[in-house]
């Protein structure tokens, strides 16, 4: 049921943007810029159970929660870096929504040096 309150939201937004978009452009921006935060927070929320999901499994299969931080802050940055650029895509601005996704990318490889650590150490320990 959640999906379709979304869509509602979503096509109720791309009706009025439309329509607005002719007469006010910043105005139609705006309200693309705020259906996007709504329907990114009503995603999130429900976000929650998988997130509780995955940090019992890693005490159940004592993996460390470090990693699984690691790894719910990667797709977090991923989320939030599209978001952004889609939003300075929308605007008209493809530089500065291309420079948001370098800095997620980038974001996302400092993050996962402890991960690519940890695969190296268990590597050279399975190497003769």
């Given at each position: 049921?959640?999906?379709?309150?979304?869509v509602?939201?979503?096509?109720?937004?791309?009706v009025?943007?439309?329509?607005?978009?002719?007469?006010?452009?910043?105005?139609?921006?705006?309200?693309?810029?705020?259906?996007?935060?709504?329907?990114?927070?009503?995603?999130?929320?429900?976000?929650?159970?998988?997130?509780?999901?995955?940090?019992?499994?890693?005490r159940?299969?004592?993996?460390?929660?470090t990693?699984?931080?690691?790894?719910?802050?990667?797709?977090?940055?991923?989320?939030?870096?599209?978001?952004?650029?889609?939003?300075?895509?929308?605007?008209?601005?493809?530089?500065?929504?291309?420079?948001?996704?370098?800095?997620?990318?980038?974001?996302?490889?400092?993050?996962?040096?402890?991960?690519?650590?940890?695969?190296?150490?268990?590597?050279?320990?399975?190497?003769?």
């Amino acid at each position: 049921m959640d999906i379709l309150q979304i869509v509602c939201i979503g096509i109720i937004a791309v009706v009025l943007s439309s329509t607005i978009k002719k007469q006010r452009p910043e105005i139609a921006l705006q309200l693309s810029i705020a259906t996007g935060l709504i329907i990114f927070i009503v995603v999130i929320v429900k976000l929650s159970a998988v997130i509780d999901f995955l940090q019992a499994f890693s005490r159940k299969a004592s993996i460390d929660s470090t990693y699984i931080n690691i790894l719910l802050k990667i797709v977090g940055i991923a989320y939030i870096a599209e978001f952004g650029a889609e939003v300075c895509k929308d605007a008209g601005e493809s530089s500065i929504a291309s420079k948001i996704e370098l800095a997620g990318k980038v974001t996302i490889v400092i993050l996962a040096v402890p991960i690519i650590s940890s695969l190296l150490d268990l590597v050279v320990k399975l190497m003769p």
